[in-house]
């Protein structure tokens, strides 16, 4: 049982509002990756631009010599901008997650003390496990948004060298990779802000000894999970989460889940 447990001043269970993903933290987070891909995009461009110029993509696909030339260049470049998103992963993971802890502990204070309750949140071993956790993950994924790129950059460039495509053919082939990128980095700061806020969020809930949500549909997107639609306002434990889809989970955990919950403040216990 948490040390700072609380209980509804009526005496009675009270179910409090819930935290959203602030749009401010998911934009900044999006404009960061996007400056990151911009920057490997053009780098890229460039560099094609002066390949091709000098070794002509008809004279590279007649010859094995430019061909693995060019395969090799194309290795260096990768391996340069790939090693530029490892670099800067852990930094720009770490200021997401302290951003998102830092509002989400505001938010549900807030929140908490509309409701009565003063409450000041300090670090915990549960929270120092999420919050690593949530800059893990993050790390990960923003060094994968470099490794797809660059895979994917790499099979179009040499398959234009062996087809002897022009330079116009092929950036137009690696625009389209660009903006496949910038549509999975746009996700993932939308998705990633939404589990950041659900998992600090339900991490505090438990600190306080609240064991019980109720699951808030968004009531957002074109084609939404029918069984998150129908576990609108039903009520869940939070340690264990809602059984659904085969599987235990919680609100704004899943994949471009926006759904939140909002934690019940328990009655007098007799």
Not at 221 to 244: F, N, T, V
Request: glycine residues 6%; positive net charge; hydrophobic residues 40%.
């Amino acid at each position: 049982m948490a040390a700072n447990k609380i209980v509804s001043p009526t005496g009675k269970p009270e179910t409090l509002k819930s935290v959203q993903g602030n749009a401010g933290i998911e934009a900044r987070y999006r404009k960061k990756l996007d400056e990151l891909v911009a920057e490997m995009n053009n780098s890229i461009l460039y560099w094609l631009s002066a390949t091709y110029k000098a070794n002509p993509p008809e004279a590279m696909a007649a010859d094995e010599s430019p061909a693995m030339a060019m395969r090799s260049a194309m290795n260096k470049v990768a391996r340069r901008w790939q090693a530029k998103f490892d670099k800067g992963a852990d930094k720009l993971a770490d200021w997401f997650a302290n951003s998102a802890r830092q509002y989400s502990d505001t938010t549900l204070e807030a929140i908490l003390k509309d409701a009565g309750f003063t409450v000041k949140f300090k670090d915990t071993a549960a929270m120092n496990d999420a919050f690593q956790a949530i800059v893990g993950e993050n790390v990960g994924l923003i060094k994968s948004i470099a490794s797809r790129n660059l895979t994917q950059v790499q099979t179009v460039v040499m398959q234009s060298v062996q087809q002897g495509r022009d330079l116009a053919t092929v950036t137009k082939n690696l625009q389209h990779e660009f903006g496949v990128t910038k549509r999975r980095a746009a996700l993932i700061a939308r998705d990633q802000n939404n589990k950041a806020t659900a998992t600090i969020t339900k991490t505090r809930q438990q600190q306080l000894g609240i064991t019980q949500a109720k699951w808030r549909h968004s009531g957002g997107g074109k084609e939404p999970r029918q069984s998150h639609l129908h576990a609108d306002g039903k009520i869940y434990d939070i340690e264990k989460g809602m059984y659904l889809d085969g599987k235990w989970t919680w609100p704004g955990v899943e994949i471009n889940c926006r759904c939140t919950a909002q934690p019940i403040i328990p009655g007098f216990i007799e």
